[in-house]
């Protein structure tokens, strides 16, 4: 098989899973972990995925005058998809463009059911490259309308725009070191910056993370900059060695590891007992699972023996803050799902506030971009809101922290998108 076909084959089974099956991207490439793709390889068709499902509508756009029928009517799903892959690797990625074009019709051939189009996919691809055809350059088209619509309503058309914009751009690699002390260390191990908030920030991923230095040995974690903020704000002001400490939906434990590393005592809770294997895992290679107990739970219902004075709240939400690196989210996510989240969040604030001892705190967070799961709520009954000040990113009118994709997090690369709120029991 001709080099960089697997890959291409690979890719379209991914798409055809999330985009008609509605299999999560996780999902969709663990269902190809027992293929026998090189490293490089899977790193291509990775990388082919990613990059279709950013730009799936405006590659769709730049296909419709080429095809005989629009992209959605294209049958079978897979022949639509062996074009985007095409179109991507053309439009969007460097490479060699004839190679390109021959292994997508070689890619059609090899499946009885998209074989008899190859001279299509042929066709349209050189056409591409004959006629110099650039990709349909709104980014909009690939924000489905309902989503679009709702940041239109939040933030106005600019702000719309700009998360648009932002959803097209690869995430850089954050790094949270377990001894704030040593971050000047690994910074310099890793070719890092230190942003002001603290965490650590690469280059774009290259290869695997696991060899990077001080992995193994547990000396950090790969968690997004925006993402390592609910525990410091929830620990800002306050000395948490020993402190009781909840974390709710705290797998795979990036919150947790945090805090149990400023030697908080912490209870992580969490409805997925595989999630909580993982984070297990990551507590056993950090050397943190001492100071952390786990608990399968849903955060709706459960309740500790004792009340706390602290409970972190990362509640379960559309995720539309991650689109940089969940772009399956893009296809998957529909606009009936942001009311019934919304009130899920709603019965876990108030279930959270049960567990806080008075005067004790409640740091609320969603990695949403919707304001319906962020501003939108009150303050849970029995709280007052406390305003986020004396931090590294300033807080809205309210006190919050509004944390968009293309905030700026003090170096290139932006952040994933975040509400963060902080709630004292009365």
């Keep these: 098989m001709k080099q960089g076909l697997a890959a291409r084959i690979a890719a379209a089974r991914v798409l055809g899973r999330i985009l008609e099956q509605g ?52 049958k079978p799903p897979h022949l639509l998809n062996i074009l985007r892959l095409g179109v991507v690797q053309l439009l969007c990625m460097e490479g060699a463009e004839h190679a390109a074009v021959d292994l997508s019709v070689e890619a059609a051939a090899k499946n009885r059911k998209t074989a008899p189009a190859k001279n299509m996919v042929n066709a349209v691809l050189r056409r591409i490259l004959r006629e110099g055809i650039k990709l349909d350059p709104d980014t909009q088209r690939n924000i489905p309308q309902w989503m679009y619509k709702s940041w239109q309503k939040d933030y106005g058309a600019e702000v719309a725009q700009k998360i648009a914009a932002a959803a097209l751009v690869e ?12 971050r000047e260390k690994w910074a310099e191990k890793l070719d890092a910056v230190i942003l002001p908030t603290g965490t650590l920030r690469c280059a774009l991923q290259k290869g695997d993370i696991t060899a990077m230095p001080g992995f193994a040995e547990g000396a950090w974690w790969v968690q ?76 709706t219902t459960w ?21 940089r690196r969940h772009p399956d989210l893009l296809h998957l996510k529909q606009e009936e799902d942001i009311a019934g989240l919304a009130a899920l969040q709603e019965q876990a604030l108030q279930n959270a506030v049960r567990m806080l001892k008075p005067g004790g705190t409640l740091v609320y967070a969603v990695c949403a971009l919707q304001s319906a799961e962020g501003e939108e709520h009150d303050a849970p009954q029995g709280t007052t809101r406390v305003a986020i000040d004396a931090f590294p990113l300033a807080a809205d009118k309210a006190g919050n922290l509004r944390i968009f994709p293309f905030t700026d997090a003090g170096a290139a690369g932006g952040m994933d998108g975040f509400f963060i709120a902080r709630f004292r029991k009365d």
């Design 23 to 74: 299999q999560t991207i996780d999902d969709a490439f663990a269902a190809e972990q027992g293929g026998q793709l090189s490293p490089s390889d899977n790193g291509f068709m990775r990388a082919l995925v990613m990059t279709t499902l950013r730009h799936c509508g405006q590659i769709d756009a730049t296909l419709r005058p080429l095809l005989p029928r629009p992209p959605h009517k294209i």
């Design 171 to 182: 995430p850089p690699l954050d790094i949270t070191v377990k001894n704030a002390a040593e």
């Design 224 to 299: 997004d900059a925006a993402a390592a903020l609910p525990a410091q704000v929830l620990a800002e002001g306050h000395d948490l060695k020993d402190a009781q400490v909840i974390d709710l939906c705290a797998a795979p434990g990036g919150k947790t590891m945090q805090l149990a590393a400023l030697g908080a005592k912490v209870t992580a809770v969490d409805k997925s007992k595989k999630r909580l294997e993982m984070l297990g895992q990551n507590l056993k290679r950090t050397g943190l699972s001492a100071n952390v107990t786990t608990v399968a739970g849903d955060v």
């Design 303 to 323: 309740q500790p023996a004792e009340q706390v004075d602290y409970v972190l709240l990362d509640a379960p939400c559309s995720a539309t803050g991650t689109l």
